[in-house]
T-cell receptor
């Protein structure tokens, strides 16, 4: 089955530690995205990538980093510089960035204490 | 800038009741409009979309009409089921902006038997 996988579903870290969230897709999509969702709020774009080895900052990139070494993979690192890292993180992909439909993964809930 | 405003939830209905979730937007030109649904613990799924004024998107009994004159895209369903309980997000993609989604805050729907 084609789709987007995110792992793990739940992640716990101590404050001051970097943590990397995984996102893999087998849809052969060029574009991939990372969003953050906070309770009662909509999604906010962290980073996106239109093609391998290229990515751009979204609206709230501070404290995050990404890489796109393979078409299938777009990992997100939440660094210790992110002031409020506890949130639900969603990865998405689309065929291209000029195609409007995005497909979402199941999300990773990160809790930092 | 572009923005999406949704009615605050939760919206609580009895099974078979009529549903309306209001969504209004601010954007220049003619954005594309979307409704996404998020079931508990899952990622987002595209529910329906409309790409030009007066278009009606529909799926699974849900409908929404793109109203340019009132800048609205209200979601409706004639008879809700318990399985419709979820969070619904209205979103837009600005005209000529690829597919960078701007989301509303989400509206939680709870349907009771």
């Amino acid at each position: 089955d084609g789709g987007i996988t995110q792992s793990p579903k739940y992640l716990f870290r101590k404050e001051g530690q970097n943590v990397t969230l995984s996102c893999e897709q087998n849809l052969n999509h060029d574009a991939m995205y990372w969003y953050r969702q906070d309770p009662g709020q909509g999604l906010r774009l962290i980073y996106y990538s239109q093609i391998v080895n290229d990515f751009q900052k979204g609206d709230i990139a501070e404290g995050y980093s990404v890489s796109r070494e393979k078409k299938e993979s777009f990992p997100l690192t939440v660094t210790s510089a992110q002031k409020n890292p506890t949130a639900f993180y969603l990865c998405a992909s689309s065929i291209r960035t000029d195609i409007t439909e995005q497909y979402f993964g199941p999300g990773t809930r990160l809790t930092v204490t | 800038g572009d923005s999406v405003t949704q009615m605050e939830g939760p919206v609580t209905l009895s099974e078979e009741a009529f549903l309306t979730i209001n969504c209004t937007y601010t954007a220049t030109g003619y954005p594309s409009l979307f409704w996404y649904v998020q079931y508990p613990g899952e990622g987002l799924q595209l529910l329906l979309k409309a790409t030009k004024a007066d278009d009606k998107g529909s799926n699974k009994g849900f409908e929404a009409t793109y109203r340019k004159e009132t800048t609205s895209f209200h979601l409706e369903k004639g008879s809700v089921q318990v399985s419709d309980s979820a969070v619904y997000f209205c979103a837009l993609v600005p005209n000529n902006a690829g597919n960078m989604l701007t989301f509303g805050g989400g509206t939680r729907l709870m349907v009771k038997p």
